[in-house]
């Protein structure tokens, strides 16, 4: 499954990259996370409750930063296991273009395997709900972002 | 008084009997919900398992933690593969010959695999427990296509391989790889490769029978309980063969057959399904014993369709050979069989690819050759024969879309094809080049009634009218004329060839008459919807002169049924209704002694007249069989012990092979994909009608599956072995919505071997029907060019054919 889109971010460049990589930003924008614990500059864990149709599940699982592009670029990769719901695999290629000084565009290319039930109700729910949280987690992110540019 | 001036016709009317239109005697229960199903079954104390399945397609198990589950409240234990293991029940045999984890022993070899069984006061409990139990997983290659899998150096089945990784011989001899499972031939091969190299026109085509599912509206269950004080075990299910169930349930645990007690309750669709050995049958068995409470498993919709029994799965390699004026010469099929990772497919133990080499179909070939090739892959094991007898859908799609593709090399009508290639009726019993011998059939007429009844010229008119519009712009759809004639083979089956598991495929009845003169007749078979209980009855009363309403009919019990294999496979009329006309014809020969007793002469100066004997000659002077009942309790009679009662286990000699001609007429929009079935014509022949109602109904049924299947229905899987087609969102069922009204005829060709001369009729309108749908999408595209698209022929897969063949601009 992948997925693709970009938004535009009303903010630097820099300071789009910092909160990438902040904790405290992810923990707020991505939909379910009930906890994000930083390990190194580079390792995550996560637990996030998810919701596709009728199955819902706390996913536990790891995130690894690799920051190697900064600031034009960002991956990502992680995985989860939701017990009997299923388990899920992913990584993201974020790039960071400036518009201007204070507009960044955010583009992201994303990656996702899921098995288990998760996987078995169908690729259209599936799809349909990660581009839907995906795109959540970047509308959170900006407005979060720019609330901070602007406090 | 009454007696004398009642006509012929009207005492024939008041049996009921063969060719009575009578109605279903359990659909007043079924209709007003006072079935018996198996998830109606409540005992006392009794406990619900479910089990922890695996999510991953391939995987190692490096650790099961079931500590947090068992303190869920209502959770009282949980088994793992370890706690089975001590009683040698962590695997059991296959019906195939193979042997299947019960649950995971080490490692997964299919997405839903059964990993523990969690063992609780209630489902919910048990769905609770489910959750808590923490499994470790070690990711493992996938491989979902059989013929990676052949070329994989990932080997699927440690247990199938030697020290050194060489794959061991299996129940079909020598394999090939270590994902190989068994090589099947039939035919000449030599010859068939001769011929066809030396023909005039030789025809081609790659063909993929997607995997499928029977999904029966009921799924799979039991309840198993185990009496600690009289170390009896009962055991309610939905087993399409309760006797042969019993038999493996006390081989495979020890437990005395007289100890054990099957109980087919009222089964909701079965379509084979139902007729293998679940590991949820095994677990409520040793949670029950554990337990020593009732423990019952049934399983969801997901588990259904995602882990017992999927059918079909064949990938298949045809080359046709003929003369250039049409008749055929030869016929070369290499199946590729995706069998899962354990080969449960049910058939005949001799037959591993089923009776797949009757693929000559209704055509008189004179060289055949046939290689099928099992293969482990990482899906759900089964095979089962989805509404058909052992993969003869397989084997009759085959046929009948080489015709069609042999027709295009041609450039010939299909249905002329077809006809000057027929088996003649004068050729009956006709023994095919793969071997089986065909006992009757009439395929000419049915084909001459089929067509005119069409109007097919008239038909090809208009779609040749439909191809000139459609180039011209003026319509967006086409018209498709799909034609089938398919020959089934049924009622397996004699002894000498067909087992299961060492089984033989006979079956049997038991009759009693009662003094009043009703009866109880009781089968080693079991209904699933087939209207047992109805037609058995019918046959029983043409034999013995009692009227069919006062006849029950009992199946499913095998503490009171006779020994018999069960039913699927079309064998239920072939071989208990043999036995049953069998055991009628005892009875009415013990009766017979019995009226010329009571007319005062001799055996042989007495005759049946369809409800009494009468004196030869003396019509006025007669017993009736209620008559002769009463008094074979009641009256002594020299030389004859009471009672009147009679059992036959009927080996039937042959197989029946029947056979049916269906058109189909379709509409096809080119930019949508959308099928409309404008017209269905079935003509079925399935010998004696016993039943015209019911055999209506079947073909109905049978139709609709195939609708299902040619049009849609499928299991699919993605790369990394997800099933992608889990629930009924995404599986096809039909509904009214997509059901066309159906037309149906026949023609009868009685059996010559079977006692009534019937030859069964459930399965032949979904043999039949596949190709018929499928023939008429691909007709609609032929004359752009298309020569064959797999199945299922969904709107998507529709309208990608359209867009391949450039008709979309």
Excluded at chain 1, 63 to 81: I, W
Excluded at chain 2, 368 to 373: H, I, M, S, W
């Amino acid at each position: 499954m992948e997925l693709n889109d970009e938004i535009t971010i009303n903010a630097p460049r820099d300071r789009v990259y910092a909160a990438l990589n902040d904790p405290e930003v992810l923990k707020r924008c991505i939909p379910g996370c009930e906890e994000l614990v930083k390990h190194s500059d580079t390792e995550l864990e996560a637990r996030v409750v998810l919701k596709v149709g009728p199955v819902k599940a706390k996913f536990g699982g790891t995130v690894t930063l690799d920051t190697a592009g900064a600031p034009e670029s960002f991956s990502l990769t992680g995985q989860g296991n939701g017990g009997a719901a299923g388990h899920a695999k992913g990584g993201a290629d974020v790039t960071l273009t400036a518009l201007d000084p204070d507009t960044t565009l955010l583009r992201y290319d994303a990656k996702a395997e899921v098995s288990g039930k998760l996987a078995q109700l169908g690729s259209r729910l599936i799809q349909g709900t990660a581009r839907k949280l995906a795109a959540k987690f970047f509308e959170n992110f900006a407005e979060v972002v720019e609330e901070r540019v602007a406090g | 008084m009454k007696d004398e001036v009642e006509s012929r016709e009207d005492r024939v009317g008041k049996l009921k009997g063969l060719g009575c239109s009578r109605k279903r005697v359990e659909d007043a229960r079924f209709t007003q919900g006072k079935g018996n199903y198996v998830d109606d079954i409540k005992l006392d104390g009794m406990l619900f398992g479910d089990f922890v399945r695996s999510p991953y397609a391939h995987a190692r198990i490096t650790g099961i933690n079931i500590d947090a589950a068992l303190k869920v409240p209502g959770v009282l234990a949980v088994l793992t593969a370890k706690d089975l293991e001590p009683l040698g029940l962590h695997w059991m045999p296959t019906l195939a010959g193979d042997r299947q984890m019960v649950l995971a022993d080490g490692k997964v070899l299919f997405q839903g695999q059964e990993v523990a069984f969690v063992v609780a006061e209630d489902r919910y409990a048990a769905a609770d427990g489910i959750e808590a139990v923490e499994v470790e997983y070690e990711e493992l290659p996938v491989l979902v296509n059989p013929f990676e899998s052949l070329k994989s150096d990932v080997v699927l089945r440690e247990d199938t391989v030697d020290e050194d990784g060489a794959p061991k011989d299996g129940a079909h001899g020598p394999r090939k790889h270590h994902n190989h499972i068994f090589t099947w031939e039939a035919g000449d091969r030599d010859t068939t490769e001769q011929v066809i190299s030396e023909a005039e026109v030789v025809a081609e085509s790659d063909m993929y029978y997607h995997r499928t599912h029977p999904c029966p509206l009921e799924t799979c269950g039991c309840v198993a309980s185990m009496d600690k004080v009289n170390g009896k075990l009962t055991l309610w299910g939905t087993f399409q063969a309760p006797h042969a169930i019993r038999t493996v349930v006390s081989l495979i645990s020890g437990i005395e057959e007289h100890n054990i007690r099957v109980i087919s309750p009222d089964i909701g669709g079965g379509f084979g399904n139902k007729v293998g050995a679940y590991p949820g049958y095994v677990c409520s068995v040793v949670a029950s014993i554990v337990t020593g409470k009732p423990v019952k498993w049934i399983e969801d919709r997901m588990d259904n369709l995602m882990t017992t029994a999927f059918a079909r799965d064949y990938h298949m390699t045809g080359r046709i050979s003929a003369t250039k004026d049409g008749k055929i010469t030869g016929l070369h099929c290499h199946v590729t069989a995706d069998h899962g990772g354990f080969d449960a497919c049910a058939d005949p133990t001799k037959f591993p690819a089923g009776f797949m080499n009757i693929c000559t179909g209704s055509y008189d070939i004179p060289t055949a050759f046939l290689e099928v090739d099992g293969v482990y892959t990482n899906k759900a094991p089964g095979g089962v024969s989805y509404r058909c007898s052992f993969r003869v859908t397989e084997a009759v799609y085959f046929i009948e879309r080489m015709i069609e593709v042999l027709a295009i090399k041609l450039n010939m009508d299909a249905a002329e094809l077809r006809r000057i290639n027929f088996i003649r009726k004068e050729q009956f019993p006709y023994t095919a080049a793969l071997g089986w011998e065909y006992d009757s059939g009439d395929y000419h007429t049915a084909w001459e009634k089929a067509l005119k009844a069409v109007d097919y010229e008239g038909l090809r008119a208009e779609q040749a009218q439909r191809i000139e519009d459609f180039k011209a712009g003026k319509t967006r759809k086409l018209m498709g004329i799909g034609l089938s004639f398919f020959t089934e083979i049924v009622g397996a089956g004699p002894v000498k060839n067909c087992d299961i598991l060492g089984l033989g495929m006979f079956d049997s009845c038991e009759i009693r008459i009662h003094p009043t003169g009703s009866a109880i007749a009781r089968l080693g078979t079991i209904s699933q919807g087939q209207g047992h209980a109805t037609t058995f009855a019918q046959i029983l009363a043409s034999e013995i002169g009692l009227p069919a309403d006062s006849i029950t009919i009992e199946e499913g019990d095998t503490d009171t049924a006779p020994y018999g294999l069960g039913t699927y496979g079309s064998r239920s009329t072939p071989v208990a209704g043999a036995a049953t006309a069998m055991a009628g014809r005892k009875i009415r020969a013990k009766a017979q002694m019995i009226a010329a007793y009571l007319l005062e002469v001799h055996d042989d100066d007495v005759e049946f007249d369809v409800d009494r004997f009468v004196v030869k000659g003396a019509p006025e002077r007669f017993k009736t069989m209620k008559e002769i009942a009463f008094a074979a309790y009641n009256q002594a009679i020299p030389g004859i012990e009471p009672g009147l009662e009679a059992v036959s286990y009927y080996d039937p000699p042959n197989m029946t092979y029947p056979f049916g001609a269906y058109v189909c007429v379709m509409d096809i929009d080119v930019d949508t994909g959308v099928p409309e079935i404008r017209r269905f014509y079935a003509l079925d022949d399935c010998g004696t009608r016993i039943n015209p109602m019911i055999i209506e109904g079947q073909v109905h049924g049978g139709l609709t599956e195939a609708l299902a299947v040619a049009l849609g229905q499928e299991i699919a899987y993605d790369d990394m072995g997800n099933v992608k087609t889990g629930t009924l969102m995404d599986f096809f069922l039909p509904t009214a919505w997509e059901v066309p009204n159906y037309e149906t005829d026949h023609t009868v060709t009685p059996s010559p071997h079977h006692p009534i001369g019937a030859k069964g009729v459930g399965e032949s309108p979904h043999v039949g029907g596949v190709p018929c749908f499928s023939n008429a999408v691909q007709d609609a595209f032929r004359p752009f060019g298309n020569v064959h698209t797999n199945m299922p022929h969904d709107h998507w897969r529709i309208w990608k054919t359209a867009h391949d063949l450039g008709l979309h601009g």
